[in-house]
């Protein structure tokens, strides 16, 4: 795991454009405005083609950060790849900055929308795998987080049929490790507890993965002194007495992870990445082409994005 950054106390928080043609643009003014540009001691910038921001009325001072311009006009719900590079380019920009060391700003991206960007040949999976190559960390892993709970999927966007094959003993405990540490540097918790949830209904009564795959990486975390559980049957993981036993819980599968997080915190549930060298958040969701332009978007997820941010800044700038 890449050393994470010790962004200052005044280190700016940097919001990224996202795709211009969905809702990233107008939430990230949103939440600029509804937070004063600022929150606590540190400036909330915005990262991208400066009309694009400018779209959605005045904004005073001097928080917009240049980046590559837009190379044909937005049409709200209608993405153009020609656009690609001003979308990538408002990411590079933040990612640099927030490397710098004396700088070491938190980022908070909009969202993006990944097919229209490999149209453009964008050979990433997603955002996270993209802040993975720019910050040169080894791996990057996708925690969706809100103050009910946390959750970290093991295997994301694949079908149910190859999760089976794709999880296994060493990834399970890399993954875990990345989270046990994030949970102490990020989120200030001494002594971490991590839930596993099976693969399975009921554990160790249907298929083998849950013995044969699960518990021993369960046991191989537990042997280092970490306080991790599992594998655990996921019906009965996320109701509130259950959720009060850990601090996160490692699921095998994308909707595993999901539905609970976005059923407790559909509106302030937050995308954190984990093991990269900077602080990453972003709102969890996506462009929402359907209602881009209408005035419609609710900025509360990008809000509690830029807030999780700043906190975890505020975690690794204490030490």
């Not at 802040?131 to 079908?159: E, F």
Request: some cysteine.
């Amino acid at each position: 795991m890449s050393k994470p950054a010790e962004p200052g106390a005044d280190a700016p928080i940097l919001l990224t454009m996202g795709e211009p043609a969905g809702i990233g643009p107008e939430i990230a003014v949103a939440a600029w405005r509804a937070l004063g540009g600022r929150i606590g001691k540190r400036e909330i910038k915005l990262v991208g083609d400066p009309m694009v921001f400018r779209a959605f009325g005045e904004i005073s001072g001097d928080p917009i950060l240049a980046s590559n311009r837009l190379s044909v006009p937005t049409v709200a719900g209608k993405p153009d790849p020609r656009n690609a590079s001003a979308v990538l380019g408002s990411i590079e920009s933040a990612v640099k900055i927030a490397s710098h060391p004396e700088a070491a700003a938190a980022v908070v991206t909009a969202p993006i929308n990944k097919a229209v960007l490999m149209q453009a040949g964008f050979g990433f999976p997603g955002h996270t795998e993209y802040l993975a190559h720019l910050t040169g960390a080894k791996r990057a892993v996708m925690m969706l987080a809100s103050d009910k709970l946390r959750v970290i999927p093991q295997t994301i966007h694949m079908p149910l049929k190859e999760v089976p094959q794709a999880i296994s003993t060493a990834a399970i405990v890399e993954t875990a490790t990345i989270i046990l540490a994030a949970l102490q540097t990020d989120f200030s918790i001494a002594r971490p507890r991590l839930a596993v949830a099976g693969l399975n209904p009921h554990p160790g009564e249907f298929g083998n993965e849950d013995g044969r795959v699960i518990a021993p990486a369960v046991e191989a975390l537990k042997a280092q002194g970490h306080d991790v559980r599992g594998p655990l049957s996921a019906d009965t993981l996320f109701h509130e007495a259950a959720r009060a036993t850990y601090d996160a819980a490692l699921c095998m599968y994308h909707d595993q992870a999901l539905i609970p997080i976005k059923t407790l915190s559909f509106w302030d549930g937050v995308n954190v990445t984990l093991g990269l060298p900077i602080v990453r958040t972003s709102p969890d969701h996506g462009t929402a082409f359907d209602i881009a332009g209408t005035g419609k978007a609710d900025a509360r997820s990008m809000i509690a994005a830029v807030e999780m941010a700043a906190r975890i800044a505020n975690a690794r700038a204490r030490g």
